[in-house]
């Protein structure tokens, strides 16, 4: 009877540490969310200056943009809060073991992203600590199975972490490479374009402004970046060097240096752009060629690793079968 008694005892004690321990979890989830609700309501004080003056120099100032689109990046601002100090000291160490700061923000303006170098370190630190999390968890689990796994469970956390890292870099690769892909292709238009409004009598800015606003890719939307730093007082030579140089593309950096030398020496700007649009041409025909070339070479894969091996079977397979039979 005691015996019973005392496990009816220990089923109810561990139920009811169960119980807590969803309630406290559960507790947790809605405290945060409440707290993001209230966090991310509008304040009923007087806004401060610097919250009415950045909406208003979101075309001419990179920090109003991000002091204007602060809100809506952020939907989460207790969460990010309470995680702030430990992905900031994460991004801090990844800044510290993986370097390449100068890259990583060419990058960021390659794949057109507003995002400054601490803000995206933040993010990748964020993508390690989840990396991590999900190691702990595997490696939990591993032990969890078996006790001699202890090796695999100490090395998975930060190899877990490393790894998610590294596809926050990978992502950030591949949307600079597929943005210079689409610029590459917009880019004899534009200048045909360009070459059509100068021969019309207009001006080089009149130009600029019209394909601006008329187009609708990347291209015309960094003309348009170079058309609003020159209303803002920008010299026009500063402001196309400044776009050449952050994207870091060849083509555009060497057509901005023969406009720029165009302008100067007042040499035909309408003959230069048409050569250019005729070189980038040719440049796209010879990276197609490129590019069917070695995916050429990709689908000779399977014929060689499948369907070839499977040749040679049907054709050897008879032979060495009657060789091998007795009669």
């Known amino acids: 009877m005691v015996r019973v008694i005392a496990a009816v005892g220990e089923a109810a004690s561990s139920r009811l540490g169960n119980q807590l321990g969803v309630a406290v979890l559960l507790g947790t989830v809605l405290g945060l969310g409440l707290w993001s609700l209230a966090a991310a309501a509008p304040a009923l004080s007087r806004p401060r200056l610097v919250d009415r003056i950045a909406p208003q120099l979101v075309d001419v100032s990179e920090a109003a943009r991000q002091h204007a689109n602060r809100r809506r990046l952020d939907p989460v ?7 702030a100090p430990a992905v900031g000291s994460t991004g801090r160490l990844l800044a510290a073991l993986l370097g390449g700061g100068p890259d990583i923000e060419r990058r960021l303006r390659q794949a ?30 591993a032990l969890r199975e078996s006790a001699t796994n202890l090796l695999a469970a100490l090395v998975l956390p930060p190899m877990t972490a490393l790894a998610a890292a590294a596809v926050r870099d990978l992502l950030l690769r591949r949307a600079a490479a597929a943005r210079l892909r689409r610029i590459a292709s917009e880019y004899p238009t534009v200048l045909e374009f360009l070459s059509l409004s100068l021969a019309a009598g207009e001006g080089v800015f009149d ?15 960094e003309l348009a970046d170079v058309v609003v730093r020159v209303r803002a007082g920008v010299p026009l030579a500063v402001a196309l060097r400044a776009t050449g140089r952050d994207l870091g593309w060849v083509p555009l950096e060497r057509t901005v240096d023969h406009v720029i030398t165009a302008i100067e020496r007042g040499a035909p700007l309408v003959e230069v752009l048409r050569a250019q649009a005729r070189d980038a041409r040719e440049l796209a025909k ?9 995916k050429e070479v990709v689908m000779m894969v399977p014929l060689v690793a499948l369907v070839l091996p499977i040749t040679v079977l049907f054709a050897v397979f008879p032979s060495y079968f009657v060789l091998t039979s007795t009669f």
């Open 207 to 221: 130009a600029l402004v019209r394909v601006s606003r008329l187009g609708r890719g990347e291209l015309a939307a």
């Open 112 to 141: 057109g992203s507003r995002h400054s170098l601490d803000r995206y370190r933040a993010e990748q630190g964020a993508w390690a600590l989840a990396g991590l999390g999900l190691g702990v968890l595997l490696a939990a689990l």
């Open 286 to 294: 010879r990276d197609l060629l490129e590019q069917s070339g070695r």
């Open 77 to 83: 601002p207790a969460l990010g809060r309470l995680l």
